[in-house]
């Protein structure tokens, strides 16, 4: 029975890393295993932890490599590793301390620096993460260096946003409404595609994590598919049911 899943969760491996991005195949990863551990309740293995940490970043050390061509050789795949980590961790935290000292230096962008928001009110919209890269990397080629909602609203209105990120981040409690409405399997599912998806908050807008993290569609599309296949159960049973009877 294993089989099934194992070749789903490669088609979908595959799929995510045609173009070359090395996150989402992680996050792929990332899911599956929380679902696992949370079948089992979590058992706090440090060996099995680090062994997760390590298959799981394998797929973005081999996409680098490949994209750099690069030998594979130990300390190659090593320095792999380290990029890897460097760009989920690290990168993160110094693109929000750029948002923040591009602000203070060179002013807030305003409204324009949320995209949706600029859009809705006739404004040009500004890509702040790329103009604060070039700001900081001017010879750079390409840059956007995504940082958390927090940090990107800071840049855009200042110490004024601190109490409206806060707020956004408690009304997603309201998510659990959703929960407490699925139902086995389909709960464990939801939970770790929201927890592993929610990730994304630390390196994006807050309407960007909310749609494309699935932290919002996934919940309601898992109570959609839980309430058809009890439908599905329910008219199965009833003709199973009537089966009986005739006979």
């Known amino acids: 029975m294993l089989a099934p899943y194992l070749l789903l969760i490669g088609c ?35 060996i099995q932890l680090a062994l997760i ?13 490949v994209h750099t061509d690069t030998a594979f050789t130990m300390q ?15 990168r993160n935290i110094l693109s929000g301390v750029w948002a923040v000292d591009y602000a203070q230096r060179e002013g807030y962008f305003g409204i324009s620096g949320i995209p949706k928001l600029a859009v809705m009110v006739g404004t040009t919209p500004v890509d702040i993460f790329e103009k604060i ?8 080629v390409t ?5 958390s909602f927090v940090f990107s609203h800071y840049a855009c209105f200042g110490l004024a946003s601190i109490l409206p990120s806060i707020l956004l981040t408690v009304l997603l409690d309201l998510v659990m409404l959703v929960y407490t409405r699925i139902r086995g399997s ?45 439908s599905v159960r329910h008219t199965i049973g009833n003709r199973k049911g009537g089966m009986v009877k005739a006979q």
């Open 143 to 147: 840059i956007s260096p995504n940082s």
């Open 12 to 46: 979908v491996l595959v799929a995510v890393s045609l173009y070359g991005a090395k996150g989402p195949a992680a996050k792929v990863l990332l899911v599956a295993f929380f679902f696992l551990y949370s079948r089992r309740g979590f058992p706090l293995n440090p």
């Open 76 to 90: 190659n795949v090593i320095d792999a590793y380290g990029i890897v980590f460097d760009r989920a961790f690290g």
């Open 53 to 65: 940490a390590v298959l799981v970043l394998s797929l973005p050390v081999m996409i680098v490599m």
């Open 133 to 140: 890269g070039f700001y900081y990397r001017p010879n750079d």
């Open 186 to 230: 389909m709960l464990l599912a939801a939970v770790s595609v929201c927890s592993i998806g929610s990730l994304k908050f630390a390196e994006s807008m807050f309407t960007t994590t909310l749609i494309t993290g699935g932290v919002l569609i996934a919940p309601f599309v898992s109570w959609f598919m839980d309430v058809w296949a009890g």
